[in-house]
């Protein structure tokens, strides 16, 4: 039974060990994916730690030519576009992720619906390791 | 549910400013701020003494990044005279000043101030494009900006939600863009003073000038569509869906309604405010509207016990075309699904039904973010009042407008109505 606390930095240390994970209320079911120390729904708050399985679909994008520094540091610009997007878990959460594996210059060809899988890109940064929580098409 | 809200003690507006907006090289907050108070002052009918002014509001999001100074509150009160009487600076996003209204609401309708001033300023053009949308994208929910979103990136995924919910596409979203740009050559302290046919031809001309081959635009759309004249930002937003950076400031005068008619015959009064809170894009229940708006507006329709039909014109927050779309249903102007239809019909224009940022909306009017909610309060004023010349709504016995004023990805947002009686 993981004992981490419920909050973004252990989130991120899971993204790291590949596990997208939130947390559920035992009270009342409720989940949160990023997990919250607070069970928003109920208020009893005994939470405990649930894995994902990695499956969804995705229900939001965006293909983004201009991005921040740290975007453009990675390679991506106005000709190398990234893509960001929403996704929906086949548990029901939510989750902010970076699109992989598809064509950020034919958006067209990228769909709300489609089914992706969970990807994990990790980089080495000055502050240690750090992931970035991904999909790809399933 | 909202709870039916009132205030203690009835505010009215007597005085409004604004700078012009635009991007000032050489021209910093406090130069902005100053042009934005000396016009307030002088569009008090019957004259204040600034001395009389017992507390100062002041909206900034992020100047902090953007010229790496804070504490905006007694700085601006040094500026205009204010000192030692209190200067409280609000952050509310791209809401900041709309807060700094309510709280200047709050403190008049409790009895505890006459008169107060608010107002809201950003300078935001000393910065490059990217470093802007970095600065800005600190007002994303976490996970967002984690995982690459910036503002536009947040909207053009609000976007391909709507789209794929209600059918609309692209060419809806372009409607918004040619209406805003052609209310804006009638704002004289707009940022782009030129409609989208002018600019087409402007760009015809330039091209031909250096002799390159000048592609056929068959129509405004037709030159929208061509992604070298308007190009990807964060697809499906383009450049000429996203708002500008800018400079600029605006403030208003407020005081007890008891009191309104000794600055002028023709106060503006307040008749509803609202302000909600909200989740970002993974948290909320439904990507095609902002929970915070709606309860925004709940609270000042029940506030002021006025319907979406009574209002007569209305600003909202246009920084991305989808987001004007999304908040005309969110106030309740059309039904949820049906906004893209009325602006394709031309509800939306100066001369429709419903006319929608007459000002040009922040895709032209400008967006200096903390100067913006106020700004937008500044124009349903100037309409109310009759002194919004060439862009005046022609409706007869126009009383009732509104501004709706968005920060962050909806985490902040407000809803105003004024009233004329």
Not at chain 2, 163 to 178: P, Q, S, V, W
Not at chain 2, 185 to 206: E, G, H
Not at chain 2, 208 to 228: A, S
Request: aromatic share 8%; proline share 6%; net charge negative.
């Amino acid at each position: 039974m993981e004992q981490r606390p419920f909050s973004d930095i252990s989130y991120e240390q899971f993204l790291n060990e590949e596990k997208l994970m939130g947390s559920k209320c035992k009270a009342c079911d409720a989940l949160f994916v990023p997990p919250k120390p607070i069970c928003t729904k109920c208020y009893k708050s005994d939470m405990e730690w649930v894995e994902m399985r990695g499956k969804g679909k995705l229900s939001a994008f965006t293909c983004i030519a201009i991005g921040p520094p740290s975007m453009i540091a990675e390679g991506y610009n106005r000709k190398n576009p990234y893509v960001s997007g929403v996704v929906e878990l086949e548990e029901g959460a939510r989750v902010d992720a970076r699109i992989d594996e598809v064509d950020g210059n034919n958006p067209e060809s990228i769909k709300v619906g489609m089914p992706l899988a969970v990807k994990f890109l990790h980089k080495e940064g000055e502050e240690g390791a750090k992931t970035t929580l991904a999909f790809k098409p399933a | 549910m909202a709870k039916r809200r009132k205030l203690g003690r009835g505010v009215a507006i007597v005085g409004a400013g604004m700078s012009k907006f635009g991007m000032f090289r050489d021209r910093d907050t406090k130069d902005v701020f100053a042009e934005a108070f000396n016009e307030m002052l002088a569009s008090v009918d019957k004259g204040v003494d600034p001395k009389e002014i017992d507390a100062l509001y002041v909206g900034n999001f992020t100047n902090d990044f953007f010229v790496h100074q804070s504490h905006w509150g007694p700085i601006v009160s040094d500026l205009i005279g204010h000192v030692p009487r209190p200067a409280t600076r609000t952050e509310g996003a791209c809401a900041s000043s709309a807060l700094a209204f309510r709280e200047g609401v709050f403190a008049i309708a409790s009895g505890f101030y006459d008169m107060v001033l608010v107002g809201g300023v950003e300078e935001m053009s000393k910065r490059t494009t990217e470093e802007v949308a970095e600065g800005l994208a600190l007002a994303t929910v976490p996970y967002e900006g984690k995982v690459g979103f910036t503002f536009p990136g947040v909207f053009g995924a609000v976007a391909t939600a709507y789209f794929a919910k209600y059918g609309a596409n692209r060419e809806h979203l372009m409607d918004i863009t040619i209406k805003s740009h052609n209310n804006a050559p009638l704002n004289p302290k707009a940022q782009f003073k030129l409609s989208i046919r002018d600019l087409m031809n402007a760009k015809a001309a330039s091209l031909e000038k250096k002799g390159i081959p000048v592609p056929e635009w068959k129509d405004e759309k037709d030159f929208l569509r061509d992604p070298k004249a308007n190009p990807v930002v964060a697809w499906p937003m383009h450049l000429y869906d996203c708002c500008p950076i800018s400079d600029g400031a605006s403030c208003m005068l407020l005081v007890g309604e008891d009191m309104a008619k000794n600055f002028t015959d023709d106060p503006i009064y307040v008749a509803g405010i609202g302000q909600g809170s909200g989740r970002g894009l993974h948290a909320c229940d439904d990507m095609t509207y902002f929970e915070a708006t709606r309860y925004a507006a709940e609270e000042a329709y029940g506030m002021s016990g006025l319907k979406p039909e009574d209002i007569q014109f209305s600003e909202v927050h246009d920084c991305f075309s989808i987001a004007e779309l999304i908040h005309i249903e969110d106030l309740g102007f059309f039904k949820p699904g049906q906004g893209f239809k009325a602006v394709e019909e031309g509800a939306t224009r100066l001369d429709g039904p419903m006319p929608v940022n007459t000002s040009g909306g922040l895709k032209c009017k400008g967006h200096p973010v903390g100067a913006t909610g106020i700004s937008q309060l500044y124009e349903v004023w100037t309409q109310l009042r009759g002194k919004a010349d060439k862009r005046q709504v022609p409706k007869k016995d126009l009383r009732i407008g509104a501004a709706h004023n968005l920060g962050g990805t909806g985490g902040t947002c407000t809803f105003t109505i004024l009233e004329r009686r």
